[in-house]
């Protein structure tokens, strides 16, 4: 247990469908992440948000839309999704101290879009 | 170029020492990290080393720096089959806010 939950950890759906995942962290960081896990690719980082304002959006398709209401909690909704977003999608949470900024992350949801 | 480079695969007979090794992009990061992902799991940060160390040693654990070469390694001791995973290298550059990650490296340990 790392102190980060996501949810759901598992998640199909068609590619009109709207559908949001979830991330709740317990650890009392400040800065909070969306990672995308592809199979054969580097982990491709997809949003940042640092005292619940977004500092980093990595070019991001507008189909997926990031919600940061407070420092605990983080949404990625997603709507339209095409089958080449099917991925595992990373949440992940971190505060700076001496040993820079340390992520930790949680389970993941694994996301097949049909 | 722009990517953290790891090797895909490595298989070490249980026991036996395990190095696992990456070349990352930016020689003025500052931080440099292994993460471990088991099999349905998120990322688990393993160690970190500063990047004015060469060595750090963590129990199982040793990570070298060679800086000019911009060169990390991991080497796990007495591997276990409990140490099967894909292991991630990591750097924290100065630009930007997060980490930029490899493509991680499947260990295999065999009885």
């Known amino acids: 247990e790392t102190g980060v939950t996501q949810t759901p950890r598992h998640l199909v759906m068609g590619m009109t469908n709207k559908k949001s995942l979830k991330c709740e962290q317990h650890l009392g960081h400040n800065a909070m992440y969306w990672y995308k896990q592809s199979a054969k690719k580097p982990l491709e980082l997809m949003f940042v948000?640092?005292?619940?304002?977004?500092?980093e959006n990595n070019s991001v398709p507008s189909r997926f839309s990031p919600e940061c209401p407070n420092s605990s909690h983080l949404f990625l909704h997603l709507h339209t999704l095409q089958p080449e977003d099917s991925a595992l999608y990373l949440c992940a949470s971190s505060q700076p101290d001496r040993g820079g900024e340390k992520l930790f992350f949680g389970s993941g949801t694994q996301l097949s879009v049909l | 170029g722009e990517d953290v480079e790891q090797s895909l695969f490595l298989s070490v007979r249980e026991g036996d020492s395990s190095v696992i090794n990456c070349t990352y992009t930016?020689?003025?990061?500052?931080?440099l990290y292994w993460y471990k992902q088991e099999p349905g799991a998120g990322l688990q940060l393993l160690t970190y080393?500063?990047?004015?160390?060469d060595m750090k040693q963590d129990q199982r654990l040793t990570v070298l720096l060679n800086k000019k070469d911009k060169h990390l390694s991991l080497r796990i001791a007495d591997t276990q089959t409990g140490d099967s995973a894909i292991y991630f290298c990591a750097e924290r550059r100065n630009s930007g806010y997060a980490l930029n990650f490899g493509k991680g490296t499947s260990l295999l340990v065999t009885p």
């Open positions: 948000y640092s005292l619940e304002e977004r500092v």
């Open positions: 080393i500063f990047s004015n160390m």
């Open positions: 930016d020689s003025s990061s500052t931080y």
